[in-house]
């Protein structure tokens, strides 16, 4: 089972599309994953828990030594097929 | 859990010069709706400061404003058309501008919770034909016929 952690500014409202984005994208594609929410600001101290940071504000608050993929394209459709399909690849590493 | 919306969450700004004006006109009205609690504005506006919400869509631009749900009294969607567009700062690169002709206010009530309207919203946004319609409508009712569509007949 991979982790996943999607922040966004105040983790309630963007990462909550992104991660039922992310839920779904990964059902199809028979990858197994538990998709948690927080704020950007708690990410730093959290993301070791984790495979793979999603954020969709840009990531400045510290650093993690796990992959980091940005999702804007979630939000505005372009290239969210992309940004979908880089997301499984890096879940199946 | 419903979400209020109607005309009079409709807002036409004209010859707005910031995001900040254009924030304070929307949170302002919500405040003298009851919708919100006072506390609202502050926090609607700290929060477009340290993680703001402009989406460039490679269109229309639109930006989705929100706070935490403390402040809120009703869930609700307030929505502006910015004549002329007004500058937001970018959600992915918050040093870069977009220019913004639509702003989205999420009025929620629960934390991680109005997931559908959210999609819908989003939907809406990448959906560019329709955010058209929005902003070039004369009336307020051809606005709301377009989101009512997308929020409630979606």
Known sequence: MKRVLVACGNGIATST?????????CEENGVAVTVNQCKLLEVESKADDY???????????GTVTIPVITAISLLTGIGEDATLEQ?????KK | MAIAFDQSLILKVEHAKTDTEVLTAMCNHLCDKGIVKDTYCQAILEREANFPTGL???GINVAIPHADVCHVNTAS???????????FHAMDEPEDAVSVHLVIMLVLTEPHGHLEMLQKIVGLIQNQEDVK??????????????????????
């Open chain 1, 51 to 61: 495979d793979l940071l999603v954020t969709t504000g840009k990531f400045t608050g």
């Open chain 2, 77 to 87: 969607l307030c929505v502006a058309v910015l004549n002329p567009a007004v500058d």
């Open chain 2, 56 to 58: 460039n869509t490679h």
């Open chain 2, 133 to 154: 319609k929005i902003i070039t409508a004369e009336d307020k009712g051809a606005i709301e016929a377009v989101i009512r569509r997308y929020l409630l007949e979606a």
């Open chain 1, 17 to 25: 599309v992104v991660a039922t984005k992310i839920r779904e994208k």
């Open chain 1, 87 to 91: 997301i499984v690849e890096q879940l």
